[in-house]
């Protein structure tokens, strides 16, 4: 079955250390995004791609860094800059640029910093 | 900048009764809208789109929203609400500034009592 595909589910990490979430998709999409979502405030935008080798930041940039290696994948680092970075991560993916299009969602990582 | 605005925070409706979840945005052009569904720990689900055309959009699960651009809103409406349907709601506009980007409203919570 097409889909993307986030992991792990649930992820947990000491302050200070850097952590890599994983987002895979097998749509053949070219775009790619990651959102950050918290209680209360909707989705909120990090940072996306449209091609590979190639990405941009979102609102919310700071603290994080991405890399788009390959059309398939899109792994999103949550750094020590990041000052909150407890929160639901959601990856998703569309077919590419033109608004629009659909935004396919994967599952999220609930990432928990103690 | 475009924007979205869920006003309803939290609603409860019992099982059988209709729904009306309200979404206004603010978009200079003429906007592409989405309505999505989020079931507590996943992903978002698109249930229905805008794009152009007939104003009344229908999607899954029973699902429909009305376009209104004299009032900017594009309100998600269900006629008979079942248990199941207890989720967040998202209202999203999509963008034509770098592919396809979509801004979110802060979401609706529904809740259904028996």
């Known amino acids: 079955d097409g889909g993307i595909t986030q992991s792990p589910k649930y992820l947990f990490r000491k302050e200070g250390q850097n952590v890599t979430l994983s987002c895979e998709q097998n749509l053949n999409h070219d775009a790619m995004y990651w959102y950050r979502q918290d209680p209360g405030q909707g989705l909120r935008l990090i940072y996306y791609s449209q091609i590979v080798n190639d990405f941009q930041k979102g609102d919310i940039a700071e603290g994080y860094s991405v890399s788009r290696e390959k059309k398939e994948s899109f792994p999103l680092t949550v750094t020590s800059a990041q000052k909150n970075p407890t929160a639901f991560y959601l990856c998703?993916?569309?077919?590419?640029?033109?608004?629009?299009?659909?935004?396919?969602f994967g599952q999220g990582t609930r990432l928990t910093v103690v | 900048a475009q924007s979205v605005t869920q006003p309803d925070i939290h609603i409860t409706v019992s099982e059988g009764a209709s729904l009306e979840l309200r979404c206004n945005y603010s978009y200079g052009a003429t906007p592409y809208l989405f309505w999505y569904v989020q079931s507590p720990g996943q992903g978002l689900q698109l249930l229905l789109k805008y794009f152009s055309g007939d104003t009344l959009v229908q999607g899954i699960k029973g699902f429909e929203a009305e376009f209104k651009r004299s009032q900017s809103s594009f309100n998600l409406r269900k006629p008979s609400v079942h248990w199941s349907d207890a989720a967040e709601y998202f209202c999203a506009v999509g963008s034509n500034n770098a592919g396809n980007m979509l801004t979110f409203g802060g979401g609706t919570r529904l809740m259904v009592k028996p």
């Open positions: 998703a993916s569309s077919i590419g640029q033109g608004w629009g299009t659909e935004a396919f």
